[in-house]
Nanobody
Framework: VQLQASGGGLVQTGGSLRLACSAS????????LGWYRQAPGTERELVAQ???????TYADSVKGRFTISRDNAKNTVYLQMNVLKPEDTGAYYC?????????????WGQGTQVTVSS
């Protein structure tokens, strides 16, 4: 089982980026898909997550600017980021809480870098 993230890059303040993360392998069920981010010298923080029920949570700092969505048929989660600010800069990590043959747990994708220039 692996998660593959894509979509990071360099953008100016006020710009937009769309991240995607796809899970592949022997997957029985994905309960939660989400994104964390980490800036240099800071702790990893939860940005947004979407549950299999459709419930969504966002960090206060991104509410109104970021939108998370999931495509269950593709085991993919997206993060549309609009009105980006320099403080959004960091490595973004996707994760999935899911059941696989043999058990369940949290799986992480590789980080994708987002840099917002002022």
């Amino acid at each position: 089982v692996q998660l593959q993230a894509s979509g990071g890059g360099l953008v100016q303040t006020g710009g937009s980026l769309r991240l995607a993360c796809s899970a592949s392998g022997s997957i029985r069920k994905i309960n939660v898909l989400g994104w964390y981010r980490q800036a240099p010298g800071t702790e990893r923080e939860l940005v947004a997550q979407v549950f299999s029920s459709g419930s969504i949570t966002y960090a206060d700092s991104v509410k109104g600017r970021f939108t998370i969505s999931r495509d269950n048929a593709k085991n993919t989660v997206y993060l549309q980021m609009n009105v980006l600010k320099p403080e959004d800069t960091g490595a973004y990590y996707c994760y999935a809480d899911m059941w696989v043959p043999g058990g369940g747990g949290r799986y992480w994708g590789q980080g994708t870098q987002v840099t917002v220039s002022s």
